[in-house]
């Protein structure tokens, strides 16, 4: 059954480095998400992302954060300059139909900024 | 504001029992809604599709009442599996961004 994947699992960063996070998505969807979620708390949307271009983003996807798919396969999000509260679990996700259909998730890279 | 309220829990219910959540959403142009089901630090998965006029998956039923604004998900014979915690998410009015609630957590136990 295919799925999304993400790397890396974990990912241990200083405070006011940059970080890329990398996802797969399911190879026939055609929108792109990334969500985080802070430990205890609600899962947040970030961004959306179809055709190449980002369709939404949300009060938290500020200038600190970019999101690209460099190639046919892989979508990123890059924080840059990151920052204590930055450290959460951030999931990518997928769909075919956008919106309001069944999104797809992968398994989250677990941030932890020092 | 919109904004998804859930019972946070924890619903603590033996085995076999029938337990049931509600989600209330403050966005009366909601269109989509959804329960998905988030096991510890793992991503979460969809459990059902919420329909105007409900539908039933096997053990679990899921309601909407657009008058109240609110979805209520059932689970019936409860299993020790059934352990997680339950995602309210709302689709719609005027984007396409989710929202989520906070989620309901339930424990099963023998």
């Known amino acids: 059954e295919p799925e999304v994947t993400q790397t890396p699992s974990h990912q241990v960063t200083q405070m006011g480095q940059e970080v890329i996070l990398r996802c797969v998505p399911i190879?026939?969807?055609?929108?792109f998400y990334w969500y985080r979620q802070i430990l205890g708390q609600k899962v947040e949307f970030l961004v959306s992302?179809?055709?190449?271009?980002?369709?939404?983003k949300s009060e938290i996807f500020d200038d600190q954060f970019s999101v690209e798919r460099p190639d046919g396969s892989n979508f990123t999000l890059k924080i840059r300059s990151t920052k204590l509260e930055d450290s959460a679990m951030y999931f990518c996700?997928?769909?075919?139909?956008?919106?309001?259909?069944?999104?797809?998730f992968g398994p989250g890279t677990r941030l932890t900024v020092l | 504001r919109k904004e998804v309220e859930q019972d946070p829990g924890p619903f603590n219910v033996p085995e076999g029992a029938t337990v049931a959540f509600n989600c209330t959403y403050s966005?009366?142009?909601?269109?989509?809604f959804f329960w998905y089901r988030q096991d510890c630090r793992k991503e979460p998965k969809l459990l059902m599709s919420?329909?105007?006029s409900g539908n039933e998956d096997g053990r679990f039923t899921a309601q909407l009442n657009r008058a109240s604004q609110y979805i209520s998900l059932l689970i019936r014979d409860s299993k020790l599996s059934d352990s997680a915690t339950y995602l309210c998410?709302?689709?719609?009015?005027?984007?396409?961004?989710?929202?989520f609630g906070r989620g309901t957590s339930l424990i099963v136990h023998p």
């Open positions: 919420v329909y105007s």
């Open positions: 992302f179809y055709n190449n271009e980002i369709s939404e």
């Open positions: 998410v709302v689709n719609g009015g005027g984007s396409y961004i989710p929202t």
């Open positions: 190879s026939n969807h055609l929108y």
């Open positions: 996700a997928s769909n075919v139909a956008g919106g309001p259909s069944e999104q797809f």
């Open positions: 966005n009366s142009a909601s269109q989509s």
